[in-house]
Structures are given as structure tokens and as C-alpha cells.
Nanobody
């Protein structure tokens, strides 16, 4: 019913930048929140950034001042601008959305397939 597709990952040198995109499509009545998570090998999946209706954002302490999350409501798309990247940022990045579906007006939690970000010299 709802699909999330991430893009923009890749290989970048320390100090470089990447911009991730997450496009949501399907039976969407409203998106209450979207978030970016990441998971490195051997580690738990962690929240990187979250944006809710109205545009309020929250960030993990490890990325504050370096990453910026934004959302284009008309396109049902979220972005993560990643600056001053560090090797510790290397992970698979996943998009998450809390969606109210048109069909039943109930909330559902959806995940994208993930996109690899590798920060290395």
C-alpha cells in the first residue's frame, strides 16, 4: 500500500557531503512523521533524525550541527543533508515513515530498503 524508496548513498571521503532522499508513495492520507535511522555492522539500529508535522526536528547528539533533515510535503519526500562526514557515519541508512492510510485512516509504520553510506579515505 505504501512504499519508501531511498537514494543518494555512496562512497565519500571524510569531511565530504552526501544528500539522501526518501520518497513515499501509495495510499497516503497523511504522513505524521518521517525519520532516518542507520545501522553499522555489529551495532543496533539507531535514530539519526526525525521530523514531524509542522517541521519540528530532532537529531542524535552524534550528528547535531552536521546533518540536517527536511521534508517536501507536496512530494512526500524527506531529505538528509550530511556534511562533515566522519568514518563513524558509515552505515546503512534507512528511511521510516508513520503514515495514515487513505483506506482505513489508521497509522502504519513503513521502512525503506536502506542505502549504503561509506566514509573512507
Amino acid at each position: 500500500q505504501v512504499q519508501l524508496v531511498e537514494s543518494g548513498g555512496g562512497l565519500v571521503q571524510p569531511g565530504g557531503s552526501l544528500r539522501l532522499s526518501c520518497a513515499a508513495s501509495g495510499s497516503i492520507f497523511r504522513i505524521n512523521a518521517m525519520g532516518w535511522y542507520r545501522q553499522a555492522p555489529g551495532k543496533q539500529r539507531e535514530l539519526v533524525a526525525l521530523i514531524i508535522s509542522g517541521g519540528s526536528t530532532n537529531y542524535a547528539d552524534s550528528v547535531k550541527g552536521r546533518f540536517t533533515m527536511s521534508r517536501d510535503n507536496a512530494k512526500n519526500t524527506a531529505y538528509l543533508q550530511m556534511n562533515s562526514l566522519k568514518p563513524e557515519d558509515t552505515a546503512v541508512y534507512y528511511c521510516n515513515a508513520v503514515v495514515v492510510r487513505t483506506s482505513d485512516r489508521l497509522k502504519y509504520d513503513y521502512w525503506g530498503q536502506g542505502t549504503q553510506v561509506t566514509v573512507s579515505s
